[in-house]
């Protein structure tokens, strides 16, 4: 199994429908990402979570919010899709107090807001 | 807004040549620096990180760091067909929440 899992690997969705992207983790790490991957921008994050009580909003955060159920799971959720949501997203985990200090990827969701 | 530039490329070389992807950063204080691959449709994976000025040698990988410039290059020697990717630069801006503003990726292209 994947250390990293994200759910689902496609969706396509309609304009105004709520979704929620999935990621949960068996690394043991406290920090995790969201963030989006649009062609000729890299990636940018959405929102991050030091531990269950630690949300923070990132750089592109509107229309976004997220829900961190346990140490292993975070979920970002789109309350009203809309058309420029359309991207890949990456769910990420982190823990330097592991010695490691660079992220490890989930395998992504492709998401397609029609 | 703290930026990351990369060229886009793509950049293709011939197999066996060293290829050569270069990163400049607009934070003067940025003090770490990344490296990931990223294959099409995949997610990145790290393949190298520097923090201090000079070179850092990982196997056929080289990063380049000269914080002066605020220049972070990455070498692939003996390029191989399987090293064409999209190579994301990535700075760490916060070193509390460890967080990083990526570059928009080159596209490597190693030609048999």
């Known amino acids: 199994d994947a250390d990293v899992t994200q759910t689902p690997r496609n969706r396509i969705t309609k304009t105004g429908k709520r979704i929620m992207l999935e990621c949960s983790q068996t690394k043991g790490h406290d920090r995790m990402y969201w963030y989006r991957q649009d062609p000729g921008l890299g990636l940018r994050l959405i929102y991050y979570s030091f531990d269950v009580k630690d949300i923070n909003k990132g750089e592109i955060s509107d229309g976004y919010s997220v829900s961190r159920q346990a140490q292993a799971k975070f979920s970002l959720s789109l309350e009203s899709a809309i058309p420029n949501q359309t991207a890949l997203y990456f769910c990420a985990t982190s823990d330097p107090l592991q010695g490691y200090y660079g992220y490890t990827f989930g395998s992504g969701t492709r998401l397609t807001v029609v | 807004q703290k930026e990351v530039e990369q060229n886009s490329g793509p950049l293709s070389v011939p197999e066996g040549a060293i290829a050569s992807l270069n990163c400049t950063y607009s934070d003067r204080g940025s003090q770490s620096f990344f490296w990931y691959r990223q294959y099409s449709g995949k997610s990145p994976e790290l393949i190298m990180f520097?923090?201090?000025?000079g070179d850092k040698e990982d196997g056929r990988f080289t990063a380049q760091l000269n914080k002066a410039s605020q220049y972070v290059s990455l070498l692939i020697r003996d390029s191989q067909p399987s090293d064409s990717a999209t190579y994301l630069c990535?700075?760490?801006?916060?070193?509390?929440?460890?967080?990083?503003?990526f570059g928009p990726g080159t596209r490597l292209s190693v030609l048999p």
């Open positions: 520097i923090y201090s000025n």
């Open positions: 990535a700075v760490r801006v916060d070193n509390y929440g460890q967080n990083f503003v």
